[in-house]
Every structure is written in C-alpha cells, then in structure tokens.
C-alpha cells in the first residue's frame, strides 16, 4: 500500500514533521493571551523554585515580584514599529536587547543607586533564565516559551554582554563630603533615636565610619575580637580599633 505524504518520513513536504511542528509552535507562540497565561504560570514556578531553594527573605521576594512586574510595565508601553504585530504593545516573550538598555537608561535618569538598578536586573535576568531552561508541552512538542520564530530558545536579552552595568564608581564621583553643619545635624537626628534598636545601630556605625576611616567591607567585618576597651566614663564608649 503506497505512503502518503503525510505518512512518510522521507518526503519534505508541507505535512513533515518539521512542518508540523514548526506550524504548531508558531500557532500558539503567535496567540496572546495563551502565552499569558503561561508566562504567568511560568513567574508563579520561579518564585516557588527560588523560595524552595532558600533564594533570599519574604522582602528580596516582593523586590522580585516588583522588579518583574516594573518591566512588564514598562514593555507595555513600548509599542512594535514593523511586522505583522506593528502598533501593539511589546510583551514579555518578545523583549529585545534594545528594549533593556533602553530600559536600563531609563532607571539611570531616575537617579537610582547603582546598587538598585544592577539588583533589579539581577532579578528581571533570574526570571529570563528560569524560562529559557523550562520546556512546556504543547500538543506533544516540548518548547521553550522564549523562542524565536522556528522555535529555538532565545538567548536572554538581560545577558552581561548586552549591556555596561551602573558601577558603584561612577555614583562614587558625585559623592561629596559633609560639611560641619550637616555633620552636626546628622547626629543631632541620630541621637533622637538611640533608644530603638535601629537608631542605636545606625548611630554606632556611623560614628565608627568617622572615627576610624574604614570602608564599609571592613566595618561590617568586624568582631568583638578586634576591639580593645580603653575606658568608659565618657556619655560614648572609647575604643582602640
């Protein structure tokens, strides 16, 4: 009995395998509101993978969930210039690289601390990789919900090679010293909450930061071992560092 074409495994026509699968992926790829669904399903399995693996406290979690949806956020309002999808908002399954430094620059023009920026790209970059190494099965293919056209994985637009970082340097060269006056003000306001626990913390940090000239690495290294009391009948404790 003759194969059919869509039998036969030899001939490459429109119903191969490849086809076929190539067609289904595009299919659902291309359905919008299929894909949110499972991109929401996919951020619910990152958070649960990273609190199952003991990945930061309940506050690095909500910076998570914030630093994703902030994205999400701002890829909505960014619109696609050309192809069939012209005009309509760019979705987390369609980022580019560009959309990132454009996204990173923004940050930079709020002012935000290096620290703050690099941590919510660290965070937005955690939840690419997490979805580049998932697979979901779809109508018997097993995909990658990041992918291109042909249904091959992309690679993850947050990647260090698609964008120079913030350094802590660069924020290092705006610093200036305080003056006298706001010193004093400074302590003024420190002294008005040395009964809490966090006013008497930050009071004694900042008073051994002057004191001393450590860096803060340094500061917060520090053990009982590595002081030595020389008196104290004074209102603050004296040590020798």
């Known amino acids: 009995m003759p194969q059919t074409q869509l039998e036969s495994s030899e001939q490459p026509g429109v119903f191969s395998r490849e086809n076929i699968a190539q067609s289904l992926i595009q299919a659902h790829l291309?359905?919008?509101?299929w894909m949110e669904a499972q991109w929401d399903s996919l951020h619910a399995?990152?958070?649960?993978?990273?609190a199952a693996r003991g990945s930061g406290s309940d506050h690095t979690q909500r910076n998570y969930i914030s630093a994703t949806r902030q994205w999400a956020t701002y890829l909505a309002t960014q619109q696609h210039l050309t192809g069939p999808d012209a005009g309509a908002p760019v979705a987390l399954w369609q980022a580019e690289a560009a959309h990132v430094r454009d996204y990173t620059a923004g940050?930079?023009?709020a002012n935000l601390s290096a620290a703050t920026i690099n941590s919510r790209l660290a965070a937005i970059s955690s939840f690419y990789s997490f979805v580049i190494s998932e697979r979901r099965l779809v109508g018997g293919v097993e995909m990658c919900l990041f992918a291109d056209a042909t249904g091959a994985p992309r690679s993850n637009p947050f990647r260090a090679g698609n964008l120079q970082r913030p350094t802590r340097a660069a924020e290092s060269e705006r610093a200036r010293p305080l003056q006298p006056d706001e010193l004093g003000r400074l302590f003024t306001w420190l002294e008005g909450r040395r009964q809490t626990l966090?006013?008497?913390r930050n009071h004694a940090l900042l008073l051994t930061f002057l004191e001393t000239g450590f860096r803060s690495r340094e500061v917060m290294r520090m053990q009982w071992g590595h002081l030595s009391l020389i008196h104290i009948s004074e209102p603050t404790r004296q040590?020798?560092?």
């Not at 291309?30 to 509101?33: E, F, I, K, L, M």
């Open 239 to 241: 040590a020798e560092i």
């Open 45 to 50: 399995d990152w958070l649960h993978y990273l």
């Open 107 to 109: 940050l930079v023009a």
């Open 198 to 200: 966090a006013g008497a």
């Open 30 to 33: 291309a359905n919008a509101a």
